[in-house]
């Protein structure tokens, strides 16, 4: 029966696809007998409900074939059905190209791009242990509700791509034994053979960074090929036993096995059959050639059965534990179901720190103290950054780090645990593995680097906007100010770049006060952000009553009015971060010269896109045609914001090595330079 349930997987591959007219179903097809394999006797997961607590996790870091998954979810009931197979690739339908998180039941990540699957699985692993760590540290290791198995299907690509290679090495050094990945081994790609870019012992690799490894040959040496799940199944046991390494499994596959004319090549990668090939493939299998979409439904029901009955086997082995471990522990239980809800602790906000008005401090340093401050009142907060932990000030003090006994320096002590985490120098894993850890739930995450490594992070970073997730990016460094390290590590381009991310808060506050709201809006609002955050110190000047400036409250509405003028302002002047104090001296030295002028400033476009229109026009009147922005990157994303007749005081070059402060001169990053471009604004209004 379960071998007539794997011949309806294949068919229903070709057939999906075949529908469409595009899509991916060789890996679908060849990889069948082990998807089913996964699901129906591994897998631990409740077909009727996707996000039960006590279910292992399973992600399709080979993304393209997302029939693999599609296809076992409906043969296990789990959420979809034979139209949602028939409708593959089509607008609006529950099974689009790629996996996405939150749009088909029973998907735990968005994949597509390669290699970020395996990746974030590294962060799904990561989540299981510090969930651990965080709601049952005193049960050893295994023995917990929250322990749980992850499971990544990968192939070819993925082990090409370097964040799948990153993320592994970090995976070794976490001795996360609870991760295991199956790599289909097929040798092909788009391009055919991988013989021709790709020849390396993948499995020696991952030995070297600390994995069991196993390979698993259904291609003989003969050339004969044998679908041998009883090798597979004796893999996935031998993984599971090993608690103290990751572990890959190499399955060596014939992609779209046994497709005539078309197994083993590239053409079944990313294309349809064919009627001929679709037509042999069904005669191979003994199945109508003539059909579409015929399922065997007697394999189906078996199927789903299975499925079902494994599902109460798993309840009635984890809810009784489930259960004991709320009753013995009803604050740990409280606090796991305000995390799960997205909730913060009531009152948190009073443990936020002030700052002394009148002091520069850069506004790195200031997250560091907001995050110190914090770390007691928000236990579910953690994260670190890609080696660079006194630069970006990630460091909560005190706290252990995240690492197996072994690891830990003398530096940075830790536990399993812990609460510190050490990427290394790999920002595209730490992305893709904040991702996994934001999607799983179960924490709240942060990681950083300097602002000018987003670029190596973008793909990752794109990708939490598209699901939406809470993960918060700490990019210090932010601007020339970096100074003597050069035009490499000046950020120039980039706050255009993740400015045009959708979904992406980027929010570059101007001072410590507005960095402590920042962190407030941030774990508030939970939706994907960036703090952007200044190198050198800036002034924090007193607010509130008297001091003539607004408070700092007003970052959570994206722009405010920080400073004002008598009556209707004649320009209005806008900048963000280290540049807004360049705005409020201007603001006085256009007084002196009789103009009135409003400052305004503008910590995050996102969020202030996203308040009402009212609000909108009270801080930026339509009939003030006069504005100037000011800040140092290229001025592109404040053109909607200046206008027609607007003018932006900005940098669009490439930096140079030399002191911060000298680099603002050179390039006119002051506030003589906003003074001039309001005249040349006001100019442009009277013509």
Same mark, same amino acid.
């Given at each position: 029966?379960?071998?007539?349930?794997?011949?309806?997987?294949?068919?229903?591959?070709?057939?999906?696809?075949?529908?469409?007219?595009?899509? &991916?179903?060789?890996?679908?097809?060849?990889?069948?007998?082990?998807?089913?394999?996964?699901?129906?006797?591994?897998?631990?997961?409740?077909?009727?409900?996707?996000?039960?607590?006590?279910?292992?996790?399973?992600?399709?870091?080979?993304?393209?074939?997302?029939?693999?998954?599609?296809?076992?979810?409906?043969?296990?009931? =789990?959420?979809?059905?034979?139209?949602?197979?028939?409708?593959?690739?089509?607008?609006?339908?529950? %099974?689009?190209?790629?996996?996405?998180?939150?749009?088909? @039941?029973?998907?735990?990540?968005?994949?597509?791009? /390669?290699?970020?699957? /395996?990746?974030?699985?590294?962060?799904?692993?990561?989540?299981?242990?510090?969930?651990?760590?965080?709601?049952?540290?005193?049960?050893?290791?295994?023995?917990?509700?929250?322990?749980?198995?992850?499971?990544?299907?990968?192939?070819?690509?993925?082990?090409?791509?370097?964040?799948?290679?990153?993320?592994?090495?970090?995976?070794?050094?976490?001795?996360?034994?609870?991760?295991?990945?199956? #790599?289909?081994?097929?040798?092909?790609?788009?391009?055919?053979?991988?013989?021709?870019?790709?020849?390396?012992?993948?499995?020696?690799?991952?030995?070297?960074?600390?994995?069991?490894?196993?390979?698993?040959?259904? /291609?003989?040496?003969?050339?004969?090929?044998?679908?041998?799940?009883?090798?597979?199944?004796?893999?996935?046991?031998? =993984?599971?036993?090993? %608690?103290?390494?990751?572990?890959?499994?190499?399955?060596?596959?014939?992609?779209?096995? @046994?497709? @005539?004319?078309?197994?083993?090549?590239?053409?079944?990668?990313?294309?349809?059959?064919?009627?001929?090939?679709?037509?042999?493939?069904?005669?191979?299998?003994?199945?109508?050639?003539?059909?579409?979409?015929?399922?065997?439904?007697?394999?189906?029901?078996?199927?789903?059965?299975?499925?079902?009955?494994?599902?109460?086997?798993?309840?009635?082995?984890?809810?009784?534990?489930?259960?004991?471990?709320?009753?013995?522990?009803?604050?740990?239980?409280?606090?796991?179901?305000?995390?799960?809800?997205?909730?913060?602790?009531?009152?948190?906000?009073?443990?936020?720190?002030?700052?002394?008005?009148?002091?520069?401090?850069? %506004?790195?340093?200031?997250?560091?103290?907001?995050?110190?401050?914090?770390?007691?009142?928000?236990?579910?907060?953690?994260?670190?950054?890609?080696?660079?932990?006194?630069?970006?000030?990630?460091?909560?003090?005190?706290?252990?780090?995240?690492?197996?006994?072994?690891?830990?320096?003398?530096?940075?002590?830790?536990?399993?645990?812990?609460?510190?985490? &050490?990427?290394?120098?790999?920002?595209?894993?730490?992305?893709?593995?904040?991702?996994?850890?934001? =999607?799983?739930?179960?924490?709240?995450?942060?990681?950083?680097?300097?602002?000018?490594?987003?670029?190596?992070?973008?793909?990752?970073?794109?990708?939490?906007?598209?699901?939406?997730?809470?993960?918060?990016?700490?990019?210090?460094?932010?601007?020339?100010?970096?100074?003597?390290?050069?035009?490499?590590?000046?950020?120039?381009?980039?706050?255009?770049? #993740?400015?045009?991310?959708?979904?992406?808060?980027?929010?570059? @506050?101007?001072?410590?006060?507005?960095?402590?709201?920042?962190?407030?809006?941030?774990?508030?609002?939970?939706?994907?952000?960036?703090?952007?955050?200044?190198?050198?110190?800036?002034?924090?000047?007193?607010?509130?009553?008297?001091?003539?400036?607004?408070?700092?409250?007003?970052?959570?509405?994206?722009?405010?009015?920080?400073?004002? #003028?008598?009556? %209707?302002?004649?320009?209005?002047?806008?900048?963000?971060?280290?540049?807004?104090?360049?705005?409020?001296?201007?603001?006085?030295?256009?007084?002196?010269?009789?103009?009135?002028?409003?400052?305004?400033?503008?910590? #995050?476009?996102?969020?202030?896109?996203?308040?009402?229109?009212?609000?909108?026009?009270?801080?930026?009147?339509?009939?003030?045609?006069?504005?100037?922005?000011?800040?140092?990157?290229?001025?592109?994303?404040?053109?909607?914001?200046?206008?027609?007749?607007?003018?932006?005081?900005?940098?669009?070059?490439?930096?140079?090595?030399?002191?911060?402060? =000298?680099?603002?001169?050179?390039?006119?990053?002051?506030?003589?330079?906003?003074?001039?471009?309001?005249?040349?604004?006001?100019?442009?209004?009277?013509?």
């Amino acid at each position: 029966m379960d071998q007539r349930a794997v011949t309806t997987a294949k068919v229903l591959a070709a057939d999906a696809v075949e529908k469409t007219g595009n899509g &991916h179903p060789g890996t679908a097809i060849s990889l069948a007998p082990a998807a089913y394999l996964l699901f129906q006797q591994h897998l631990r997961f409740d077909p009727s409900d996707d996000r039960w607590l006590g279910r292992d996790r399973f992600i399709l870091s080979a993304g393209h074939t997302s029939l693999t998954q599609y296809i076992q979810l409906y043969l296990a009931g =789990a959420g979809l059905e034979l139209h949602d197979l028939e409708n593959l690739r089509v607008f609006g339908s529950r %099974t689009p190209g790629h996996p996405e998180f939150g749009h088909t @039941p029973g998907i735990e990540l968005t994949t597509g791009p /390669l290699g970020t699957g /395996l990746a974030a699985g590294v962060g799904f692993a990561m989540s299981a242990r510090r969930a651990h760590g965080l709601f049952d540290p005193e049960t050893p290791m295994g023995r917990s509700v929250f322990d749980h198995d992850v499971y990544v299907v990968a192939g070819d690509g993925c082990m090409q791509e370097g964040v799948a290679s990153e993320a592994a090495s970090l995976a070794g050094t976490q001795e996360l034994g609870n991760l295991t990945v199956i #790599c289909d081994d097929n040798h092909i790609s788009i391009e055919d053979d991988t013989n021709i870019a790709f020849t390396e012992d993948v499995l020696a690799r991952y030995e070297a960074y600390g994995w069991q490894v196993q390979r698993v040959d259904w /291609l003989g040496a003969d050339g004969s090929y044998d679908e041998d799940v009883r090798a597979l199944d004796e893999a996935l046991r031998a =993984a599971k036993a090993d %608690t103290a390494r990751p572990s890959i499994i190499a399955l060596r596959t014939i992609i779209g096995w @046994p497709t @005539p004319g078309k197994e083993n090549t590239g053409a079944i990668h990313g294309s349809k059959l064919g009627s001929d090939s679709l037509r042999g493939l069904k005669e191979r299998l003994g199945v109508d050639p003539d059909a579409m979409f015929a399922v065997d439904q007697e394999a189906v029901d078996h199927a789903r059965a299975n499925a079902a009955l494994r599902a109460r086997e798993a309840h009635a082995e984890w809810d009784p534990r489930f259960e004991a471990w709320q009753a013995a522990h009803p604050d740990r239980a409280e606090l796991l179901d305000r995390v799960l809800s997205g909730r913060m602790p009531e009152g948190w906000e009073s443990s936020l720190p002030t700052f002394e008005a009148g002091k520069s401090l850069a %506004t790195r340093a200031a997250s560091g103290q907001v995050l110190n401050a914090i770390a007691e009142a928000v236990p579910e907060l953690w994260g670190g950054s890609a080696d660079l932990a006194g630069s970006n000030n990630t460091l909560m003090k005190g706290w252990p780090s995240f690492l197996p006994e072994d690891r830990t320096s003398a530096m940075f002590p830790g536990n399993p645990f812990g609460r510190n985490l &050490h990427f290394g120098v790999r920002e595209f894993a730490m992305a893709a593995i904040m991702n996994g850890i934001a =999607a799983d739930g179960l924490s709240r995450v942060y990681g950083g680097t300097f602002f000018v490594f987003s670029d190596f992070m973008r793909g990752a970073v794109r990708l939490a906007a598209l699901m939406d997730l809470p993960v918060i990016h700490v990019w210090t460094h932010d601007s020339v100010g970096v100074g003597e390290d050069g035009p490499t590590h000046q950020p120039i381009e980039h706050l255009a770049a #993740c400015r045009a991310i959708p979904g992406l808060a980027v929010v570059r @506050p101007a001072d410590a006060e507005e960095t402590a709201q920042a962190w407030r809006a941030v774990l508030e609002q939970r939706h994907p952000a960036a703090l952007v955050l200044s190198r050198q110190g800036l002034p924090n000047p007193a607010r509130g009553e008297g001091t003539g400036l607004a408070p700092a409250t007003g970052v959570a509405r994206g722009a405010y009015v920080l400073s004002d #003028c008598e009556g %209707t302002p004649d320009v209005i002047l806008m900048g963000s971060g280290s540049e807004v104090q360049h705005a409020l001296a201007a603001q006085v030295l256009l007084a002196d010269q009789g103009v009135a002028a409003r400052v305004v400033s503008v910590p #995050c476009m996102e969020w202030f896109g996203q308040q009402d229109e009212e609000y909108r026009e009270s801080v930026l009147p339509a009939a003030v045609r006069a504005r100037v922005s000011v800040e140092a990157g290229i001025a592109m994303p404040w053109r909607s914001w200046v206008g027609d007749a607007g003018r932006s005081v900005s940098i669009e070059h490439f930096g140079a090595s030399g002191d911060g402060q =000298a680099l603002f001169d050179a390039y006119g990053i002051d506030a003589p330079h906003v003074v001039s471009a309001a005249h040349e604004s006001l100019d442009a209004v009277r013509a």
